[in-house]
Every structure is written in C-alpha cells, then in structure tokens.
C-alpha cells in the first residue's frame, strides 16, 4: 500500500536538522519523516543516512538553475566540498549568493530555500505513490490516491470522489474549498495548513523561486472591502470566494475561503463547532450555484477537505458529518454538482468511504429508543 504523503511542517523541521548537522553527520541520525518520503518516492534502498542525502539531490535538482539551487545546495551541504563544511560557513555562503547579511538570510532565503526543498519532496514522494498505485492498478490491486464511492441522496445514486494526496496535488477541479479563521487572515506561506498549501500553489514564482505575486492575501483583503468586513470578524460560516492564482494552470479555477476557526483571545488556538462548518460548506455551495454561470464552461466540481480537521481539533468523522449534511441537503435537491474530498492520510479516507454506510459520527450517536 502506498504510504501516506509526508507532512510539510515536519518535513521543515528535519531539514532544519540536516542543514546544522551536516551530510556528514547524518548516518544513525533519527529522520523518521525524511526516510519515509524516501521510501515513497522509490528510491533505491540504501543504507540509513545514504537514502535521504539521495532524496535531497533529487529535491534540490527540480529547483530552479541559479541561485536558488546554488543556496539549497550550500545551505545543505550539496555542493562540491561542502558536506564536511559548518553550518555557519554554509550559511554564509549561501547568504552571498542573495547580497544579504547572513542574518537577513536566516530569517528570510534559507525559510525560502528550505520551503522549495520541503515542496518538491513532497513532490516525490506523490509521484512515487503514484508510480505505486499505477503498477498496482496493473496488477489489478490497490486502492489508489483517487477512489469513487457511490452514495443515494433522495434516492438516487450519486459519485463521491476521494482524494488521497496534499491538497495542492488537485487537478481539474472548479472550486477547492478553504478552511480560514474568520477574519479571512492567512497562514505564512512556510506553514503546513491546508490554507497555507493553497496560498503557496497559487502564488506566482520567478526563476529563482521568489516570489512575483501573492494573490490569495490580496482578493481577501479586496473582499473584506467591498464587504465592509475590513478589520473585523465576519460571522462563522461566512465565505470569500477568490481567484486560483497559479492553480489554474492546473485547472483549478476557484478558491472558497470558509470562516469556521474563531481564535481564542490570548492564544494560538481556535475554537471549530460542527455547525459552523454545516454552514460553512452549505454556503459554499450556495456560491458555487451563484458562480456557476458566469465562467465559461460553468463551474460544476467542488472539492472539500475535511473542515476542522486539523487545529480546529474535530475528529475525521465529526468534520464528515459536518459536511456532509450541507452537501447531501443539496445533492438531494437535485444539484448537479461533481463533489469531491480531498484528505491525507488513509484513516481519512476510511471516513469518507464509510459514508455510504450512513455511520453516524460520535456527536449524533443516540441510544435506540
């Protein structure tokens, strides 16, 4: 079976750990995350240490020729003569490259470089499991990363299709629905959240991967004016719907933020009830059918990742639950609408295909009677 696709935070935070430790340091060193994106992306076997240096070469390789490459490679370790050097003379000489002080580069290239090198493991890693799935579809076996599930709304059958790989993978699919807090403010880029995944795939890169435009931050702060929301929270279920940026190379064309995460004071974390996704993904559809004339061919598949899943602390099925009682209220109606789910991990997935079994989640579990 494939393995699951490697978390992007914890991916940071061991090349983080490669850069001060150095190539020559890493044999017998514990990189759990590394070493399995290492095996998904099918490298040849390799003693402990050996496979990741060889995933990193082939990450750094899909970067951009020139400075981005040349700083991945120093900031590594990678170039010729390097691997032995310590990391403050890596990171200064990778700092030259950009014409910055070594500290500007800490606090800003190297979060750069290393956020490139994360992605394209990432990378790897999907188009090793998706070399997997092929060979296992040939063999005919394998479950895959994208699988239909077949439900009844109003009685009659409808297809569910359910994605199994990071959500900026999406190909061919309108509208991609987004979790946001409800001041519509974005993640940093670095950051592993679904949000974050999305603001980096739409934004538009330069040769040398910077960055030429950011568009999500920017529609959202235009949707906040013309709303009159600038500053302010907006009502849990709101959503913002903006363009795809970058993603529509990929034939993404819609991006719907969804307020459901309201901060609590003081702290970092937020507070996510079921109903607020509900609304959240029933007035998401209600945009789709707004929107849904005015782009030629009109926008018809919707995809939803599992809404609070995350810091917003609900479990798989809750945040199931949640969903689906907005989109099977609106499929029963009659929508025409091609929906989809996007999740990461398998027990995800298994959520998901369990739907067909009306399994109610653990909120709704009643005693007979």
Known sequence: MALPPPDYAALLAELKEVRRAG???LRGRALPVLEA????AALPARPSGADVEALLRQAVARLDAGTLRSAAEYTLGLAQGTRDWPPSSRRARAALL????????????????????????????ADGAAAETGAAAADGGGLGSHRTV???AAGRPVGLTVHVHP??????????V?????????????KSSIAASLRRATAV????????????????????????????????????ATGAGALSAQGVRRIYHAAIAVPRAGTNDYDVLPADVTRAASRALAVLAEEHGRHSPPLRSVCFPLLGSGRGGLSYDVSLAAVWAAVEAELARGAPWDVHFVVR???AAAAVERVPAGIRPAYDRRPPG
């Open 23 to 25: 190539l020559v340091r």
């Open 167 to 176: 959500v900026d993978l999406l190909r061919d699919v309108d509208v991609i």
């Open 205 to 240: 890169h330069g040769v040398t991967g910077e960055v030429l435009a950011d568009p999500l931050p920017q529609e959202l702060r235009l949707w906040g004016e013309q709303h009159g929301t600038s500053g302010r929270a907006v009502r849990p279920g709101t959503v913002a």
């Open 345 to 347: 991990t398998p027990e």
């Open 178 to 190: 987004s979790p946001s807090n409800v001041f519509f403010a974005l993640p940093e880029a670095y």
């Open 150 to 152: 077949e439900v009844r």
């Open 37 to 40: 994106a290492a095996r998904a």
């Open 98 to 125: 950009y014409g910055v002080s070594v500290e500007r580069f800490r606090k800003d290239q190297e979060v750069m470089v290393l956020g490139q090198i994360a992605e394209h493991i990432v990378r790897l890693a």
